[in-house]
């Protein structure tokens, strides 16, 4: 049984670098099966791809965010992680977590997804 | 970047009603697009890839088709269960990106 699951802080002030953490189980993110992805979700719109993590460590982000964005991971521990510097009030939302095979590229499973408020 | 545009906005049916939900792309993107549903407070889950692939599990009144820029999600007969937002996202390119979605209302 595959589950994803998102911790992070909750409330992050402005200009500070929000760090978010996805712990995996049923499968290894070293397979090199899959893209390991980040998705965002303003309250009450739509959805927002961030970027993906290979176990390569070789990644791509969406360039909108792209200088704001790292990823990274830690195959020990099963996990990736996103970190978003410089936030501001237009990086509220919920954060999702999930995966996509390869070669298709969908995403076929997800996170619960948590709520990051950026406020001081 | 593709853009995908999603129509309409908002489509107001009655339980038992065939409903037809419509994605564009702005170029194509063959046949590497899924369809979503997303519930209150839940993640979206994967109705249908590759176009008209059905996920593990889902039912059999979900269909998808289209290929290209045009493409259609269609539930035969709608269920309560079925009033939800639906998303499109093309994975072809990268960056990959979604539609703004359709939300099904009970009439």
């Known amino acids: 049984q595959v589950h994803l699951q998102e911790s992070g802080p909750g409330l992050v002030k402005p200009s500070q670098t929000l760090s978010l953490t996805c712990a995996v189980s049923?499968?290894?993110?070293?397979?090199?099966?899959?893209?390991w992805s980040w998705v965002r979700q303003p309250p009450g719109k739509g959805l927002e791809w961030i970027g993906y993590?290979?176990?390569?460590?070789?990644?791509y982000y969406s360039p909108s965010l792209k200088s704001r964005v790292i990823m990274s991971l830690d195959t020990s521990k099963n996990q990736f992680s996103l970190e978003l510097t410089s936030v501001t009030a237009a990086d509220t939302a919920v954060y999702f977590c999930a995966r996509a095979p390869i070669p298709s590229g969908h995403f076929d499973y997800w996170g619960q997804g948590t709520l990051i408020t950026v406020s001081s | 970047e593709i853009v995908m545009t999603q129509s309409p906005a908002t489509l107001s049916v009655s339980p038992g009603e065939r409903v037809t939900l419509s994605c564009r792309a702005s170029q194509s993107v063959n046949r590497n697009l899924a369809w979503y549903q997303q519930k209150p407070g839940q993640a979206p889950r994967v109705l249908i890839y590759?176009?008209?692939t059905r996920a593990t599990g889902i039912s059999a009144r979900f269909s998808g088709s289209g290929s290209g820029t045009e493409f259609t999600l269609t539930i035969s007969s709608l269920q309560s269960e079925d009033f939800a937002v639906y998303y499109c996202?093309?994975?072809?390119?990268?960056?990959?990106?979604f539609g703004q979605g359709t939300k099904l209302e009970i009439k």
């Open positions: 996202q093309q994975h072809d390119n990268w960056p990959r990106s």
């Open positions: 993590i290979y176990y390569t460590g070789s990644t």
């Open positions: 049923g499968v290894s993110i070293s397979s090199g099966d899959h893209y």
């Open positions: 590759d176009a008209s």
